[in-house]
């Protein structure tokens, strides 16, 4: 603990009788002021990838920012969004009998 830390502490302890933690404020994120564009992706085009939604943060909106950083907001504001189990071109019969061709090796 800092010194520092440990004046104010006895301080607050003296005057007010009790030493309380202050709760730090939620920093806002960069993201906040753009979070109706990033749903209304999500909602128009669910299996949009977050690689490609942090490429059109920059394209539309000169915003550069991690998928790290657009998947931690996602998950801090409970938006979740599952692919399928599947790629939707597994279903094509030239995929379909080239992955049979591979698993028959």
């Given at each position: ?38 749903i ?38 409970q ?27």
């Open positions: 603990m800092a010194a520092s830390t440990a004046v104010r502490l006895v301080r607050q302890a003296n005057e007010l009788g009790h030493v309380d933690v202050r709760k730090r404020a939620r920093r806002k994120s960069k993201l906040d002021p753009f979070a109706d564009d990033i209304g992706w999500i909602t128009e085009q669910s299996d949009l990838t977050l690689a490609e939604m942090c490429a059109r943060l920059q394209a539309e909106h000169d915003l550069g920012v991690g998928s790290s950083t657009l998947d931690d907001w996602l998950r801090r504001r938006i979740a969004y599952k692919k399928t189990a599947h790629a939707s071109e597994q279903e094509r019969g030239d995929v379909r009998a080239s992955r049979s061709r591979w698993r028959k090796r």
